[in-house]
C-alpha cells in the first residue's frame, strides 16, 4: 500500500482534525502518500483531491469541527455514485481509504468496500458515542464537557430565582451526553431514550426534591426522549403541576463545536495512527477503536448494528445522587 485517502463524513465533533492529522503523519511516516478528500463522499464523487504533507497537518490538532469539510451526499446513497467514487480513487492511485464519521458515514464505506472490494477502515468520530466497539467515540468527551459548563451557567440562574430548568441536549437514539453530563451536573433527573421515565415519574422526583427542600431543580432531556424534546416535556409537566416556574434551554449545535479535550485529542492521535497501520496490515471494512484502554478493531457491520448500551450502574447512581 502506497497511497491512501481520508475523508470526514457527517456531523463534525471536536477531535477530527486530530484524527486527520495522525492518519496524515503515520502515513508519511511509512513513506506512504496520502490525499485528503474534501466535502466527504461528495468529494469522492467529485474528484475534490489533494496531497497532504506533514506540515498540512500543522496547528491543527487542537481545532474543532474538520479541516476536510463535511457534506450530505444523495448521490453516494446509490450503486451508481458509490462506483464513481471507486473509479476516482482507482484513478488517483489511492489503494486504501480512512473515514472518519459516525453511523451512515460506516454504512456508505461498507458498501463501497463489499461492491468494490476497495479497502475501506473507519474510525468512529460522533459526538453521541453510540458506535459498537470504542469505549468512547472521538467528540463525546469534548461534548459532554461543552454541556457541563453551560449547564453549571444555567444553574446560577435557577438558584437565583428558585426556577425548574430542563435542558435539552443532543442524544437523537442514544442518552450517553444526557446520561454522563446529569451525574456530572447534579441533574434532578435525566429523560433519555433507553430509560424510559415517564412524565408521571418525573413529577413524582420534582415533588421528592420540593419536599427535601430543593429550591431549583435541572432535568437534562436528551432530544429523542419518547416523551418528546424539552419544550414537550415541559408543557407535560405543566400540564399535571401548576407548582413550578419552568424555563427550556436548547443547547443544540454548541455541544458539537470548540476545540477537543485532551482525551479527545488523544484517542483521535492513537485512532489515526491504527487506522493506517491497520490498512497496511491488509484490514478491511473494520472501525478502529479503543476497548478497555487498547486498540481494536471492529467490523463495520458489528459497529453499526450492534447498539451501545448506558451504563446500568451510571443510571443507578444518577438517581441515587439526584435526591
Not at 7 to 34: C, K, Q, W, Y
Not at 93 to 101: A, K, R, T
Not at 288 to 308: F, H, P, Q, W, Y
Amino acid at each position: 500500500m502506497k497511497k491512501i485517502a481520508v475523508l470526514t463524513s457527517g456531523g463534525d465533533a471536536p477531535g477530527m482534525n486530530a484524527a486527520i492529522r495522525a492518519v496524515v503523519r503515520t502515513s508519511v511516516f511509512h513513506d506512504m502518500e496520502v490525499v485528503g478528500v474534501f466535502q466527504g463522499y461528495q468529494g469522492l464523487i467529485d474528484g475534490d483531491f489533494k496531497r497532504l504533507h506533514v506540515r498540512s497537518v500543522a496547528k491543527i490538532l487542537g481545532r474543532g469541527g474538520t479541516i476536510l469539510k463535511s457534506a450530505r451526499c444523495q448521490e453516494f446513497l446509490s450503486p451508481e455514485g458509490r462506483k464513481r467514487a471507486h473509479v476516482n480513487l482507482v484513478k488517483a492511485g489511492v489503494d486504501g481509504l480512512v473515514v472518519i464519521g459516525g453511523n451512515g458515514t460506516f454504512k456508505g464505506a461498507m458498501k463501497l468496500s463489499r461492491e468494490t472490494g476497495f479497502p475501506v477502515v473507519g474510525l468512529p468520530g460522533t459526538i453521541d458515542n453510540d458506535l459498537c466497539g470504542s469505549d468512547c467515540t472521538i467528540g463525546f468527551d469534548t461534548a459532554i464537557n461543552t454541556v457541563i459548563d453551560a449547564v453549571d451557567k444555567i444553574r446560577d440562574t435557577a438558584d437565583s430565582h428558585n426556577r425548574l430548568f430542563f435542558v435539552e441536549v443532543m442524544g437523537r437514539d442514544s442518552g450517553f451526553i444526557a446520561l454522563k453530563a446529569g451525574i456530572a451536573t447534579g441533574a434532578v433527573a435525566v429523560m433519555t431514550p433507553e430509560l424510559g421515565i415517564g412524565i408521571d415519574d418525573l413529577v413524582a422526583v420534582l415533588q421528592a426534591g420540593e419536599q427535601s427542600n430543593k429550591t431549583s431543580s435541572i432535568v437534562l432531556v436528551a432530544e429523542g426522549d419518547p416523551n418528546g424534546g424539552a419544550y414537550e416535556i415541559a408543557k407535560k409537566v405543566k400540564e399535571k403541576t401548576q407548582r413550578y416556574e419552568t424555563r427550556i434551554t436548547v443547547l443544540g449545535h454548541l455541544q458539537r463545536g470548540g476545540a477537543p479535550t485532551c482525551s479527545d485529542r488523544v484517542l483521535a492521535s492513537r485512532l489515526g495512527v491504527a487506522a493506517v497501520e491497520a490498512l497496511r496490515s491488509g484490514h478491511s471494512e473494520v472501525m478502529a477503536g479503543i476497548v478497555n484502554d487498547r486498540v481494536a478493531l471492529t467490523s463495520l457491520e458489528t459497529a453499526i448494528e450492534t447498539k451501545s448500551t448506558i451504563n446500568d450502574d451510571e443510571v443507578r447512581i444518577a438517581r441515587i445522587l439526584s435526591i
